[in-house]
Nanobody, 121 residues
Framework: QVQLVESGGGLVQPGGSLRLSCAAS????????MGWYRQAPGNPRELVAR???????RYADSVKGRFTISRDNAKNTVYLQMNSLKPEDTAVYYC???????????????WGQGTQVTVSS
């Protein structure tokens, strides 16, 4: 019913930049929050950045000053601008959203399929 589709991942050299996007579609009444998580092989999934409906943001300490999360509410899309990328940023990045769907009274959490980000020379 509700889908999250990520794009923008790929291979980039250290110090480079990438911009990830995640578009939510389907029977959406309200998006309460959207964010990005990442998971490297052998490691647990960790929060990278999150933005709530009012515009407040949260970042992992490891990405503060380098990554910026933003939303386009009209497009139901969240972005992650990643600058000064480091090899340790290499991971699968997953979009996350807390959404009130049409036809239901309660919030549900949705996940995208993940997009690979590889930082290597």
């Amino acid at each position: 019913q509700v889908q999250l589709v990520e794009s923008g991942g790929g291979l980039v050299q250290p110090g480079g930049s990438l911009r990830l996007s995640c578009a939510a579609s389907g029977s959406i009444s309200r998006i309460n929050a959207m964010g990005w998580y990442r998971q490297a092989p052998g490691n647990p999934r960790e929060l990278v950045a999150r933005i709530i409906s009012g515009g407040g943001t949260r970042y992992a300490d490891s990405v503060k000053g380098r990554f910026t999360i933003s939303r386009d509410n009209a497009k139901n899309t969240v972005y992650l601008q990643m600058n000064s990328l480091k090899p340790e940023d290499t991971a699968v990045y997953y979009c996350n959203a807390d959404i009130n769907p049409w036809g239901g009274p309660y919030q549900r959490t949705y996940w995208g399929q993940g997009t690979q980000v590889t930082v290597s020379s």
